[in-house]
């Protein structure tokens, strides 16, 4: 499970340190294969496992091709899907499209979101999340959601 959010320089070649605490889950489990795409909701990443991202991408490509919704989600999550790999230091290249698609440029915010991470540019992530956080009418729908869920 990956979990919380960690501040991640990125250097000139769009690389950035896998931290300490996943590096050695990611070398041991899925032997440092990783798959980074667009997420189609919100101006991020997404980086799985090889593994688990194969599940998904079976579900996806199972959609019905001729529905323009499917369409879409297949289009542009496979389509931009590329596999990653950790390198002998446990950094990550980013491509430099999907860097410029999350506006990702001297430092990434790496938020742990159990089986895969998100990634965003750091001003993206504090801008989204000071909107999460100011109350509205999200609110009701979220705690309507959250009534079955027991912490």
Known sequence: MFRGLTAISVDDKGRFSMPARYRETLLEEVEGQLVVTIDTQAPCLLLYPLADWEIIER???ALPSFNPASRRVQRLLIGHATEVA???QGRLLIPTLLRDYAKIDKTLILVGQGKKFEIWSE?????ERARWLEPGIQDEQLAFNLQELSL
């Not at 001003?123 to 801008?127: A, G």
């Open 86 to 88: 950790l390198d002998a």
């Open 59 to 61: 579900k996806i490509e």
């Open 123 to 127: 001003e993206t992530w504090n801008s």
